[in-house]
């Protein structure tokens, strides 16, 4: 695949997801997760299109796997994907399923689509880069629905018990989860040992700086919140 | 040396931890304390999960992804059917590898119940693509076959079982071992019941192949070593989990096929590993009336 670094911006984000064409049925979560993973890719992550092998680079994963026009319209504004590609979406060679592939698309850390897969592999890179001692990051995306899925609470519980304090989990909240999360999710969270804070998934600037928010050696859950998807 | 292969394997597991910086351990509680020196050590390498067995699984395909080689240990239901969707995706998928080893076999624990029994094990793994099963006879091969299995990044299902033969045989990794040549029949005796099958046959002309890599098959060795038109598959876990190996490897020979194994019935019995394997024919005296009853019948 041919690599271009075409300095495109936020504004261009939904023309890049308009060239994606056939997935209707998961359009509300690609439109969720746009602000928080675009924030992530132009202001927190520590990774360059070039250097998509570098141990020490920080990993974006993004667990549910579903709606991934938006995943992809960044990776492609970013410079990890041809623009053009953009077009073969949902195609039959096309890197570019309606679920990401980590073997076709260099950039991408997993390969996922199936609810609650994520977290644990998220977790198991933290603890390989902290066995390591290396500085890298890891930032899990899971949906407020896809938290139904108890092996999400295995990895919630145990990073919070090993301070974990390298793992960051975003939650996109679009209530979309059918019994909901009464008390917050970020309480579930917080109750676990981890730091949190809940803040407007439209909000870059709010976003940013829940990012940055000092953790004092705990993994770090940032709730973000947006439109109902109903 | 002496021990059971489960007891091997936490002294190989540890040296491998301390001798290769690579090597992970990933426990879900099973197996916690059994590897004091490597746990003290290298605790960053040596986890335990807690009872997660997902998250267990999960784990081991992240540390993968950031330049290990894990080794994923539990009694079999819980290393393989209660994770099988993170080892068809985390590992699978994903193509990274993790070494997966189970103690229990089919019903090593039985007084346990169905809970802890897993005959299944293998033809589930069967099912997904890219596996090598190892399933080895006795203490030494289970530590040979380990110890192949650390030096490649493949996904690897090592079955240990408190069951074992007498003695190990020279085998290799990925290759049927001549036991015996005959003249009447084709004999494949899985594991730790090649003791069993040898007893069974012992006056009767037939080969015996031994096999503790059961995928892939080694259908190479099977079609060189061939013997008559009967295939007698001896294997410790489902009956006829390998005849469609077999019956790929012979598709152009004529050929016939008795498996023999655990039936695929809801188990509900207790007691020991001799009295299950001795209900199922599995032993001596039941590997032979199967035997003999399939000759019988040969044109």
Request: proline share 5%; net charge negative; charged share 25%.
């Amino acid at each position: 695949m041919t690599v271009t670094i075409p300095a495109l911006e936020y504004s261009d984000l939904r023309r890049l997801m308009d060239f994606q064409l056939g997935d209707e049925k998961h359009a509300p979560s690609a439109t969720s997760t746009l602000d928080v993973i675009w924030v992530l890719y132009d202001r927190i992550l520590r990774i360059k299109p070039d250097r998509t092998d570098d141990p020490d680079r920080d990993r974006f994963v993004l667990s549910k796997g579903h709606g991934p026009m938006a995943y992809y319209a960044v990776l492609a504004a970013k410079g990890f994907i041809d623009v053009e590609t953009l077009r073969t979406f949902g195609r039959y060679d096309s890197p570019l399923g309606h679920h990401p592939d980590r073997n076709l698309v260099p950039g991408i850390e997993i390969s996922s689509g199936s609810l609650g897969h994520g977290l644990g592999i998220a977790v198991g890179m933290a603890l390989g880069l902290r066995a390591r001692h290396s500085a890298a990051r890891v930032f899990c995306l899971v949906g407020d629905a896809e938290l139904d899925e108890g092996s999400n609470h295995e990895a919630i519980a145990f990073a919070g018990r090993v301070g974990l304090a390298n793992m960051n989990v975003v939650a996109v909240d679009n209530r979309s989860s059918f019994y909901g999360w009464p008390g917050g999710i970020a309480a579930r969270f917080a109750l676990e040992g981890w730091s949190s804070a809940t803040v407007d998934g439209r909000d870059h600037a709010a976003l940013e700086q829940a990012f940055n928010l000092e953790r004092d050696g705990r993994p770090h859950a940032v709730v973000a919140v947006v439109e109902s998807k109903a | 040396m002496s021990g059971t292969m489960r007891d091997r394997f936490y002294g190989t597991a540890e040296e491998l931890v301390d001798a290769d910086e690579r090597i992970a351990v990933v426990l879900a509680d099973i197996g916690t304390g059994r590897m004091p020196d490597a746990e003290r050590a290298h605790a960053d390498r040596v986890i335990n999960v807690g009872i997660r067995e997902q998250l267990m699984v999960g784990v081991a395909a992240g540390l993968a992804m950031t330049g290990f080689r894990p080794i994923v240990h539990s009694f079999a239901p819980f290393a393989v059917e209660r994770p099988f969707e993170m080892l068809k995706l985390d590992l699978g998928h994903n193509d990274v590898g993790a070494i997966v080893v189970s103690v229990g076999a089919s019903y090593d624990t039985a007084v346990y119940g169905r809970t802890h029994q897993s005959p299944e094990d293998v033809t589930l793994l069967s099912a997904l693509p890219g596996w090598r099963i190892y399933v080895p006879g006795h203490p030494t091969e289970a530590d040979q076959l380990l110890r192949a299995a650390a030096r490649t990044d493949e996904r690897v299902y090592l079955r240990l079982s408190d069951q074992s033969n007498q003695l190990a045989r020279p085998i290799t990794p990925g290759r049927l071992h001549l036991e015996r040549r005959g003249r009447d029949a084709t004999v494949i005796a899985t594991g730790p019941l090649l003791d069993a099958a040898l007893e069974a046959t012992a006056d009767l002309d037939v080969t015996v192949l031994y096999m503790t890599t059961a995928r892939p098959f080694d259908a190479d060795t099977l079609r060189a070593s061939l013997t008559g038109d009967l295939v007698v598959l001896v294997e410790p876990y489902l009956a006829g989990t390998s005849s469609a190996e077999v019956a790929m490897a012979l598709a152009d020979e004529p050929h016939r096929i008795a498996a023999i194994g655990v039936p695929n019935v809801e188990h509900r019995k207790y007691g020991t590993w001799q009295e299950h394997n001795a209900a199922h024919g599995l032993d001596a005296r039941g590997i032979r009336a199967r035997i003999l009853r399939a000759l019988s019948r040969t044109a």
